[in-house]
């Protein structure tokens, strides 16, 4: 029988995933994993890997927490070991890197400011000259600020958040293309608030549609390369950002006004990461995957 709402059903061998939260704030951004409540699921025992990834090397930038840490896991699990660039987590960023060793890969740790140009290329030639190679960039960074008006938006918080969530796109790219090499991928994480909107995150919104865009520009430039470029668009997913950005009565009903009624974890994003760096999606090229509970968008 198909079950009746609201779905409260299992993750096959994980635990049940949450359909509201404790109220709680963060005042901080970015905000910690391990002090939330509940802790994020990044990890689903179930999945197992395959070697679709073996030997691979890959960045995934703000891997520390939330989706960057699921997808770390993932990769993994998948054989490939990872570089994680991050800002100032550091108990998050170390408890990753556990995670991701604890599967027999190897994980290198690069706390900074992604905002800074010179530190997006230094990621990427410290990963480079760790591992010896680069096989996928993921770019999934991201700040956001919920604000009820346009108006509450001043100049340095606009600027912040173009600076953090679309300006490391273009320079890790560059950086990243005197080292890829066909059979190479790129991937960004967008927003279904690209598509949809959200009035209560104008700039945040506004970056992620130009992370669209810069999607499927870099993979009309980089198809004759051999280097395929795509994109997964998440809906609420229970990540630090969620605290770290809303006030703590908001957060109780996060993700109820999608079709699942509920928001998402963390680790059931990663496979889709996990396709798009691998060769099952060798036919695949300036693209976006939905993450987003049922939410219909455009395309």
């Not at 802790?39 to 927490?65: C, E, Q, W």
């Amino acid at each position: 029988m198909i079950p009746m709402y609201p779905y409260y059903g299992k993750i096959t061998k994980c635990e049940e995933v949450p359909i509201t939260f404790p109220p709680q704030h963060q005042d901080r951004l970015p905000g910690f994993e391990y002090v939330m409540n509940p802790v994020p699921i990044s990890d689903n025992p179930g999945y197992v890997g395959s070697g679709k990834l073996k030997g691979k090397i890959a960045i995934i930038t703000g891997g520390d927490s939330g989706i960057g840490r699921a997808v770390a896991i993932a990769f993994a699990k998948e054989g490939a070991s990872v570089s994680i660039p991050y800002y100032d987590e550091h108990k998050d960023a170390e408890d990753t890197k556990k995670m991701v060793e604890a599967y027999g890969v190897q994980c290198l740790l690069l706390p900074g400011d992604l905002k800074e140009e010179s530190h997006c290329r230094a990621v990427v030639n410290e990963t480079v000259q760790y591992f010896g190679k680069l096989d996928t960039l993921i770019i999934n960074q991201a700040m956001q600020m919920s604000h009820d008006s346009i108006l509450e938006i001043t100049a340095k918080e606009l600027d912040d958040t173009f600076r953090t969530n679309i300006y490391p796109s273009f320079f890790l790219t560059q950086e990243a293309l005197r080292y890829l090499r066909p059979g190479s991928t790129i991937i960004s994480t967008t927003s279904v608030t690209a598509y949809k909107g959200n009035k209560l995150l104008m700039d945040y919104s506004s970056t992620k549609g130009a992370i669209v865009a810069f999607t499927r520009s870099l993979s009309a430039q980089l198809v004759d390369y051999g280097i395929r470029v795509n994109a997964v668009a998440p809906g609420p997913i229970w990540t630090p950002l969620q605290p770290a950005s809303y006030p703590a009565e908001y957060i109780k009903t996060l993700g109820a006004d999608t079709p699942m009624k509920r928001a998402g974890q963390p680790f059931e994003l990663a496979p889709a990461f996990v396709y798009l760096a691998s060769d099952d999606s060798s036919y695949v090229t300036g693209q976006v995957i939905h993450v987003n509970g049922g939410t219909i968008v455009g395309s």
